[in-house]
Nanobody, 127 residues
Framework: QEQLVESGGGLAQAGGSLRLSCAAS????????MGWFRQAPGKEREFVGT????????LYADSVKGRFTMSRDNAKNTVYLQMNSLKPEDTAVYYC????????????????????WGQGTQVTVSS
């Protein structure tokens, strides 16, 4: 049972940066592909990015491509989301998620494919 805890959210100005972290425990972190999703008020949860178990493959939503970068440190059981050039439309609760994908380059983008979720961290970008 993988447990996920996000941190690093907060308030940023447009054009600024934030780095989110997601710490995992209870399972074998290196065997999981990890994803970031976000949900703004009144909107459905949407895919942000995903990274393979090894960190060798990443995919991003078009809306964040070139601005957001995912990375992971399997020794620290942590995945990161570096968010640069933030925009007000990035305001949302950000969730990390995990799905078992050991020795696979499969990096799911659909929320329903993920088995474990964190509680979320709020990111607010002011204009």
């Amino acid at each position: 049972q993988e447990q996920l805890v996000e941190s690093g959210g907060g308030l940023a100005q447009a054009g600024g940066s934030l780095r989110l972290s997601c710490a995992a425990s209870g399972g074998t972190f290196s065997r999981y592909a990890m994803g970031w999703f976000r949900q703004a008020p009144g909107k459905e949860r949407e895919f942000v990015g995903t990274i393979s178990w090894s960190g060798g493959r990443t995919l991003y939503a078009d809306s964040v491509k070139g601005r957001f970068t995912m990375s992971r440190d399997n020794a620290k059981n942590t995945v990161y989301l570096q968010m640069n050039s933030l925009k007000p439309e990035d305001t949302a609760v950000y969730y990390c998620a995990a799905v078992r994908r050991y020795y696979s380059d499969d990096v799911p983008t659909a929320a329903q494919e993920y088995d474990y979720w964190g509680q979320g961290t709020q990111v607010t970008v002011s204009s």
